[in-house]
């Protein structure tokens, strides 16, 4: 009789699992078949429990002139998740003893203007450096199309007069970012495509993941789009601009090896990832919702780590709940429709 209930219960885990599944697909099928519609620009999504896939679509078109239907291993620009890779990417120069978090910009940009502020690489990580934003600068039209070095980049916004003293505010900046990959490249030696090429994708076997080109010939790229009283194809920046804030290339399979990797401790040790993922806090002692290259939220009750991107024609967003090990990432070739809250509502299906 034990055996025979036994049984039983196990026939009915079983099949309200795969009930459940068939569920949840249906719901997220229908919310993004009504909001990435056939004959349009489209989306890949792809959702991970316990660093393994459950759902893997894509909707739409990768290509509006060739006609050419999205596929859900295709490449996407994704904006500003870069910032995820280029925190990473300090830490792990950390750990080998090549600069410390409270190091002072200036130990490896001499001229760089801080008025006496002491602005540090956590200040930069952090966005509370008060450094003006460069993307919203109205002069940066006049570099958009230019090929810049990392430091005729910095020479095109150093100047400007700081927001606030550093740890004073939170302002979202990516000019904290290219200062973070112009350090990584004095630390390193290396260039931060190098670095990054080296040390993070060779090394987890993201094999569709890149410094973004408009040269390369890159396998299953995606175009980019914009709705101007109808689609058009994205407006063209040089990736020297937008750099180590937001250059880097990826599709969903990639971007789910680079989360297995982070909860696995693979780059960075245990120490280091919890800074990584720490909930920081002003001078006055208010938390900012930020770590280094990530958000900190809250979702259902629960903490998740996010972070999105926005680059001309690409749409990026990915939020993860580490307790129960859910990941959900939705990448968009249009501007025009972000992926942001379809994310967090397929998560907030998931969790709990």
């Not at 001229?111 to 940066?140: A, E, R, V």
């Not at 709705?227 to 880097?248: H, L, M, Q, R």
């Amino acid at each position: 009789m034990k055996l025979v209930l036994r049984i039983f219960t196990v026939i009915f885990l079983i099949s309200h699992s795969v009930v459940f599944s068939q569920t949840l697909e249906n719901r997220i099928d229908k919310l993004l078949n009504e909001n990435f519609k056939l004959e349009a620009p489209g989306g890949v999504f792809l959702v991970a429990k316990g660093g393994k896939a459950i759902y893997r679509k894509a909707f739409g078109m990768a290509n509006l002139e060739l006609n050419v239907k999205m596929q859900p291993d295709f490449v996407f620009e994704i904006g500003s998740m870069t910032k995820q890779f280029t925190a990473v990417s300090i830490l792990m120069l950390v750990e080998k003893g090549k600069l410390k978090l409270d190091d002072e910009i200036t130990k490896f940009i001499p001229d760089y203007p801080t008025n006496g502020n002491g602005i540090t690489i956590h200040h930069l990580l952090t966005h509370t450096s008060g450094i003006k934003d460069f993307t919203s600068m109205k002069s940066i039209k006049n570099i958009a199309r230019s090929d810049l070095s990392p430091k005729e980049l910095v020479d095109f916004f150093k100047n400007e007069p700081v927001d606030f003293k550093p740890g004073e505010q939170f302002k979202y900046c990516n000019s904290g970012y290219v200062l973070l990959g112009y350090i990584i490249e004095i630390a390193s030696g290396q260039t931060y495509q190098e670095f990054v090429n080296h040390n993070i994708f060779e090394k987890l076997g993201m094999t569709d993941t890149y410094y973004a080109s408009h040269e390369r010939i890159i396998k299953n790229r995606v175009f980019g789009y914009r709705d101007k009283e109808g689609y058009v194809n994205a407006t063209y920046i040089s990736f020297s601009i937008p750099y180590a804030s937001g250059s880097i290339m990826s599709n969903v399979d990639d971007m789910l090896k680079w989360q297995n990797a982070i909860d696995a401790n693979v780059l960075l040790n245990p120490i280091s990832t919890k800074k990584v993922f720490t909930n920081y806090k002003l001078n006055n002692g208010a938390n900012i919702d930020y770590g280094y290259g990530w958000h900190i939220k809250e979702l259902n009750g629960k903490l998740v780590r996010e972070h999105g991107g926005s680059i001309f024609g690409f749409k990026a967003m990915g939020v993860y709940e580490p307790t129960e090990q859910i990941y959900v990432i939705g990448l968009s070739n249009c501007d025009c429709n972000s992926p942001t809250a379809f994310t967090r509502n397929i998560a907030s299906l998931l969790i709990n």
